[in-house]
């Protein structure tokens, strides 16, 4: 069974421009989670989806969002990139909301200059 | 809100030896998850091991063990019989059992150094 995917791996862009990040999930998993980066924050939640719903939100401001599709594809749109947005943006799937493993994807490295 | 700490940034253990990171939590609640997970340099994040709160004995992967103490809200990842692939980052994480989420709580990391 393939894992999950992420693209781009890798993405430059300059501030003040928007990005999409694409996650495919593991085929049958329907919660996909996203998560940030970064040396100075680490690991930090940015939302969840499950069925198309977004079910949690992590503490970022509204430049950041999301959604997922029908066939559990998620991406995430950040707009008026900032230099702090630089980061590892790390994409999780999960079959449902119960306790099950979360598969995380090899993540996108973006770089804002 | 639920905080995960991990003090030690870094931690080096010979081949074939034993070594074990420290994490602890603060929560309120009374039925969580705990996790440890491994990021190597390729960044991939892979589940080490899992420990449900209200299962009072210590979970156990292979040469992965954990020393779970509710009371005191630590939750420690013993690594016996080091190899070299075991050098990555390791994160603690927290997810709540209330509510339909898989949102995880991480800790800072411990960077552990396999030395051969």
């Known amino acids: 069974k393939a894992g999950v995917t992420q693209t781009p791996r890798y993405l430059i862009k300059t501030r003040g421009q928007q990005v999409t990040l694409s996650c495919s999930p593991i085929?049958?998993?329907?919660?996909v989670s996203w998560y940030q980066q970064t040396p100075g924050q680490g690991l930090q939640f940015l939302f969840e989806y499950f069925s198309e719903t977004q079910r949690n939100k992590g503490n970022f401001p509204g430049r950041f969002s999301g959604r997922q599709f029908s066939n559990s594809r998620s991406e995430m749109n950040v707009s008026t990139l900032e230099l702090g947005d630089s980061a590892l943006y790390l994409c999780?799937?999960?079959?449902?909301?119960?306790?099950?493993?979360?598969?995380f994807g090899p993540g996108t490295r973006l770089t804002v200059l | 809100a639920q905080t995960v700490t991990q003090s030690q940034p870094e931690m080096s253990v010979q081949e074939a030896e034993t070594v074990t990171l420290s994490c602890t939590y603060d929560?309120?609640?009374?039925?969580?998850?705990l996790f440890w997970y491994k990021q190597p340099p390729s960044r991939q994040m892979i589940l080490v091991i899992r420990q449900e709160a209200y299962k009072q004995q210590n979970a156990t992967e292979n040469r992965f063990s954990v020393n779970f103490q509710k009371a005191a809200k630590s939750f420690s990842l013993k690594i016996s019989d080091s190899q070299l692939g075991d050098a990555a980052m390791y994160f603690c994480a927290y997810r709540s059992a209330y509510g339909a989420t898989n949102k995880l709580i991480f800790g800072t990391g411990t960077l552990l150094a396999v030395q051969p």
């Open positions: 999780a799937s999960s079959l449902t909301g119960a306790p099950g493993e979360q598969f």
């Open positions: 085929s049958g998993h329907r919660s």
């Open positions: 929560t309120s609640e009374s039925d969580y998850y």
